[in-house]
Structure formats: C-alpha cells, structure tokens
C-alpha cells in the first residue's frame, strides 16, 4: 500500500488483522457505480483468496453506495462519498489465506485514488496456554 501504513499497537499474537482504508481524490462516477463497486470488491476478495459466504450492496438517493462482504475470513466492507470523492473501506481477515494488504491494494487500485492512507489494527489477543470451556 504506498499511501502509507500506521499500525497501532496490539498484541504480539492476533485472531486477526483489520485494515481501516481512507480512501480519497476517488473517481466520483465509480464511487456512484453500484455495479461498480460490488464488482470491485467482490473481485479484490477473491483475489485476494477469500472464500465468499454472502454480501449485500444498496444504492442510496441521490447518490452514493454501501457494501459488504460476508467472507469465511471475517469481511471487507465499504461506504462511499462521491460528493466528497471519499470512500472508507474495512478489511478484516482472521484467516492465514487471505492476504488483506493484497485485497486493499486491490480496492484502492480500482477506484482510481489520487491519495489514501490505511491503519492495520492486530484484533483479538491470543494469550498462550489459554484454556475455553465450552
């Protein structure tokens, strides 16, 4: 990601990585594209090597698009400004096959960004000999 990447401060072992995009200086006609966006998303996912278990996209008056994708990873979601040439998108995987720098990659690519930044946060601490009872 070349808008550049702060990480904040986790655990050393996480469940998961989550992604937090600024997208900005965005193609405001893609921003509006409904088709658009799922398409985007839905292919930056798989590439990325998610496993797609559901989504829901709607279109809102007089403009502007929300999204999300159920994947068996986690997510990866998006709601866009084209007023403001702005999208924020999330990227949250706790699977080792999923490569989320890949999928952000991916989206900001897509929507023509002319600046971005993404915060990654470490989700989920992992203490070791922790025990669960079920």
Known sequence: MSGGLSRRAGPSKALGTHLLLELRECDPELLDDLAFIESAMVGAALEAGATIVGQSFHKFTPRGVTGIIAIAESHLCI???PEHR???????????????????????DSLECGSHSATEVRRGPVSSGASVKV
Do not use: E
């Not at 702005?86 to 900001?108: H, N, R």
């Open 79 to 81: 709601h866009t400004w």
């Open 86 to 108: 702005y999208a924020a998108v999330d990227v949250f995987t706790c699977g080792a096959a999923f490569a989320p720098s890949k999928a952000a990659d991916l989206i900001i």
